[in-house]
């Protein structure tokens, strides 16, 4: 893998972050967003925007366990107004297993 001269692999990042204490309370997502301004001076104007509710749903579904939401699946997901929705969507679909699934088959194309 090539990476950007004085980048580092998102894996490290994650690890890195996960492994760092919370300084002040900040969120996992923010100790991440910190580890890569810290590696790139323009960041802030390299990142995307984040994506409207519809695109991340299909996105996060996608990658996660491989298939686009349901219907019902996608009605719920916007039906709630909590600001922690997505949080919620990404750990339901971690915990899936439709999820460790898609994970088995990516490593075993990736290893093999």
Do not use: N, W
């Amino acid at each position: 893998m090539r990476l950007p001269k004085g980048g580092r692999p998102f894996a490290l990042l994650l690890a890195a972050a996960c492994a760092s204490p919370a300084a002040g309370g900040d969120r996992l997502s923010e100790r991440i967003d910190a580890l890569i301004a810290a590696g790139h001076k323009d960041y802030a104007s390299a990142a995307a925007p984040i994506a409207a509710d519809d695109e991340f749903l299909r996105r996060v579904t996608l990658d996660l366990i491989g298939r686009v939401p349901t219907g019902t699946e996608a009605r719920t997901f916007f039906a709630d107004r909590s600001p922690f929705k997505r949080v919620r969507v990404i750990d339901a679909l971690l915990a899936s297993p439709e999820c460790a699934r898609r994970l088995q088959q990516y490593l075993d194309v990736v290893l093999m």
